[in-house]
């Protein structure tokens, strides 16, 4: 069985910084695109940052210069370095994975859990 589990969220000032960690485990034969994502309350689940196998990354407008992804592939772990952060940042950052397990010939999206950013005085 395959988890995905995040960690690193808490309670920052603004300006601050906050290291995000997510790491895989379980049957795992190959991940492709492991990448965050944000939710706010009452708000959609949007895209922060991307990071291919090969180390190509994408990020969303809003956090360009700020955040950094980076992926260590024989950890099956991915970061996500948060610089200079805004209260506007403030939200619940998932983690996803294209994973392809043992047994199956397709790639797979697996969710983490979430955790909690909040950016505050």
């Known amino acids: 069985q395959v988890r995905v589990v995040e960690s690193g969220g808490g309670l920052v000032q603004p300006g601050g910084s906050l290291r995000l960690t997510c790491a895989a485990s379980?049957?795992?034969?190959?991940?492709?695109?492991m990448g965050w994502y944000h939710q706010a309350p009452g708000k959609p689940r949007d895209m922060v940052a991307i990071?291919?196998?090969?180390?190509?990354?994408n990020y969303t407008d809003s956090v360009k210069g700020r955040f950094t992804i980076s992926r260590d592939n024989a950890k099956n772990t991915v970061y996500l370095q948060m610089n200079s952060l805004d209260p506007e940042d403030t939200a619940a950052y998932y983690c996803?994975?294209?994973?392809?397990?043992?047994?199956?010939?397709?790639?797979?999206?697996?969710w983490g859990q979430g955790t909690q950013v909040t950016v505050s005085s």
């Open positions: 990071s291919t196998r090969d180390g190509t990354t």
């Open positions: 379980g049957s795992i034969l190959r991940i492709n695109d």
């Open positions: 996803k994975a294209m994973i392809r397990v043992w047994g199956l010939e397709y790639y797979q999206d697996y």
